[in-house]
């Protein structure tokens, strides 16, 4: 089984083509990926504008390389996948549109994508765990703790009350004076940094609540800067350090209370802990996650980096997991600005489709 994907929900245009391995996990034959951070640096963040204009721009030209890369004709795939959200309208109508027409010219199926869906399924892709298993989701939108118990079978246990983990990377970055995008940035300074020199708080910890609030850290990295600015380089590198310690702190604090809440509410032990989304590149929360892992003896699975952040291998695998169960999609599913990966909150804000 080998499935085309595309990604164009935010500000990387993506294409690649992933053919399905006996062992159940995913063989990625071509992974294209085209970020759009010149086209938005001088903003300081993603115009959705610009990033639709630039998903137009290269979609075709990435598709026709992700083929060629592949070694795959169009007429050899079994469907094709795009991203119908959540995200930037804009672009994902670019993607999904480009979709539409592939598998309507192709004849073959085609299939809507979740975009947390297809992070939260990576892990299955590249190490092919079974379910159910407990993921931490963190991206520039998104963070949550979420039980996975199967294809389209999400249970949220937490998620973030105020700002993303990303976001907060991307608005330290910000106020700091990093380019866009921050998370890398917040990183490559933390590396040089003392992460002890300014004490910031860690909302939400030791709360029985999976919850996690990130506005007042943020907050508190502000009010530090202000007090000693002008900032020095060295300044700029102890308060990412601290920033991110702070982080990763946190995460580690909420992964234990939203593990305790998956073993009282899911009745079967999770098979993994896996980290997904965009945050999840930084090496810091990882190092972490794998020392909490091996304290409670929980078997940890996290994705390389490039597979982490934004990319069209996760979209093609999210279409081999769900045509492998049958559920394709007709041609008139729409882009969806918000779509929540649990039923519950999805019938609840926006009505089922
Ligand atoms: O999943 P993703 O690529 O796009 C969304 O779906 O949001 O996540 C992007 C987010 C951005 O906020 C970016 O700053 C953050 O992930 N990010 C990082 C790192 N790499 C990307 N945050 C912290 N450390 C990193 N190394
Ligand atoms: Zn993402």
Redesign the pocket.
């Known amino acids: 089984m080998r499935v085309l994907g595309i990604e164009t929900?935010?500000?990387?245009t993506a294409a690649a083509v992933v053919q399905l391995r006996p062992d159940g996990s995913g063989d990625i034959l071509s992974n294209e990926v085209m970020s759009q951070i010149a086209e938005h640096a001088a903003y300081g963040g993603v115009v959705p504008e610009i990033a639709a204009r630039a998903h137009i721009d290269i979609i075709d030209r990435l598709v026709e390389r992700a083929l060629f890369h592949a070694g795959v004709r169009l007429d050899e795939l079994d469907a094709i996948a795009a991203a119908a959200g959540p995200?930037l309208i804009g672009g994902v109508i670019v993607g999904l549109t480009t979709a539409k027409a592939l598998a309507l010219a192709a004849r073959k199926p085609f299939i809507a994508v979740n975009?947390?869906e297809a992070?939260a399924l990576t892990a299955r892709l590249t190490d092919a765990i079974e379910f159910p298993y407990f993921l931490l989701l963190?991206?520039?939108?998104?963070t949550q703790l979420v039980a996975v118990k199967g294809v389209g079978d999400y249970v949220r246990l937490g998620s973030t009350v105020d700002d993303?983990?990303?976001?907060a990377?991307?608005k330290v970055?910000k106020m700091l004076g990093l380019p866009?995008?921050?998370?890398?940035?917040?990183?490559?300074h933390a590396d040089n940094g003392n992460p002890l020199r300014f004490n910031l708080p860690r909302p939400m910890f030791g709360r029985p609540k999976a919850d996690f609030s990130l506005s007042g850290l943020k907050t508190a990295v502000r009010l530090e800067a202000e007090k000693i600015a002008p900032l020095t380089a060295t300044d700029v590198a102890d308060l990412c350090a601290s920033f991110?310690a702070a982080?990763v702190d946190t995460v580690v604090d909420r992964s234990r209370a939203g593990l305790k809440l998956f073993r009282e509410r899911i009745g079967q032990a999770p098979q993994a802990m896996v980290v997904?989304?965009?945050?999840?590149?930084?090496?810091?929360?990882r190092r972490a996650l794998t020392r909490f892992c091996g304290e409670t003896g929980l078997r940890f699975v996290m994705p390389p980096?490039a597979l982490?952040?934004?990319?069209g291998a996760m979209i093609a695998w999210a279409g081999i997991e769900r045509l492998s169960l049958g559920l394709i999609d007709d041609m008139t599913f729409a882009a969806r600005p918000r779509w929540p990966l649990d039923a519950d909150a999805d019938a609840a804000h926006h009505g089922k489709a």
């Open positions: 929900t935010c500000d990387e995200g975009h947390l992070h963190v991206s520039g939108g998104h993303a983990i990303g976001e990377f991307d970055a866009y995008p921050g998370g890398p940035q917040v990183e490559r991110q982080v997904a989304g965009g945050v999840a590149a930084n090496s810091g929360i980096p982490c952040t934004d990319n």
